[in-house]
């Protein structure tokens, strides 16, 4: 019997232990408990807004690009909206969108205008060398020599785009009759 009363204190005694901790305790527990629940719950919601503002923005592009054909004005308004959105591949695709509208009507310095203040995140060189081959080509009846020189830059490292970037040197030599120069951009 003594053994039986030994274990039903025990019992009592950690039983109150667990009280105890859980009175100290309580704030922390229900804020924990508070985060275990909700965060998964908000994560998600926070991606639902994310993915619904994704599809608004597609949709407000692909409403641009029918509007081109029927209403030009109000798609450029528009455009020119969405290549200050946060999603990088809408603003990327309004940004060529522009481009492309730009150069069939040949306003090219707004096409100059639009890649020069374009904030890129260009990190890769690859996206760097295209942004300037694209100035080089916009530009190329006005571009100087040094100018063309500092876009280009033909022998700076490895260049994805040194073929193209020869063949434009060799026809900005070629065009200002500098045939001994062109000649050293012609082996590509």
Known sequence: MSKEIDQI???EVYQDKIFSFLKKNKVAIGLFSFLIFFIPIFYQYFLYKQSKNNEKLLTQYLKADLLRQINEKEAIKILNDLKLSKNETVQ??????LLEYYINNNELSKAILLINKQNYNLELDIFKD?????LVILNFENISE???LKYLQV???NSYFKKIKNKLLHDFYIKNNQVTK????LKF
């Open 130 to 134: 295209l942004q300037n081959i694209k």
């Open 155 to 157: 022998n700076n490292g």
């Open 9 to 11: 204190i025990k019992d």
């Open 182 to 185: 062109a000649k050293q951009f």
């Open 146 to 148: 040094n100018e063309i």
């Open 92 to 97: 990327i695709l309004s940004i060529n969108e």
